[in-house]
């Protein structure tokens, strides 16, 4: 069983930045794609981003160019640098870590507003 504990969200005006962080129990962390997906009110969960192992990445159409996923495996962290934030951006944003099974955190409210 994995645990996976998201922060970082929050309230942002349009064109603001957010940083997303997800720390995740597991001493295997290397092993597993990580990534990131959203949901926003009434629509169905969504694709943000991924990242291999060893850094490959994948991006939602929606969001490439102005967010970035990174990982730390020392620290078993996975990033979201999300930039240039607009509303349809507002969501409420998922961890997730995938090998044999995959793993969702909480969530953590992300909301961009004026």
Same mark, same amino acid.
Request: proline content about 2%; glycine content about 12%; charged content about 15%.
């Given at each position: 069983? @994995?645990? =996976?504990?998201?922060?970082?969200?929050? =309230?942002?005006?349009p064109g603001g930045?957010?940083?997303?962080?997800?720390?995740?129990?597991?001493?295997? /962390?290397?092993?597993? @794609?990580?990534?990131?997906?959203?949901?926003?009110?009434?629509?169905?969960?969504?694709?943000? *981003?991924? #990242?291999?192992?060893?850094?490959?990445?994948?991006?939602?159409?929606? @969001?490439?160019?102005? /967010?970035? #996923?990174?990982?730390?495996? =020392?620290?078993?962290? %996975? /990033? =979201?640098?999300?930039?240039?934030?607009? *509303?349809?951006?507002?969501? %409420?944003?998922?961890?997730?870590?995938?090998? /044999?099974?995959?793993?969702?955190?909480?969530?953590?409210? @992300?909301?961009?507003?004026?």
């Amino acid at each position: 069983q @994995v645990q =996976l504990m998201e922060s970082g969200g929050g =309230l942002v005006q349009p064109g603001g930045s957010l940083r997303l962080s997800c720390k995740a129990s597991t001493n295997t /962390f290397n092993y597993y @794609v990580m990534g990131w997906y959203r949901q926003a009110p009434g629509k169905e969960r969504e694709l943000v *981003a991924t #990242i291999t192992g060893g850094g490959s990445t994948n991006y939602a159409g929606s @969001v490439k160019g102005r /967010f970035t #996923i990174t990982r730390d495996n =020392l620290a078993r962290t %996975v /990033f =979201l640098q999300m930039n240039s934030l607009k *509303a349809d951006d507002t969501a %409420v944003y998922y961890c997730t870590a995938r090998r /044999f099974t995959d793993y969702w955190g909480q969530g953590t409210q @992300v909301t961009v507003s004026s």
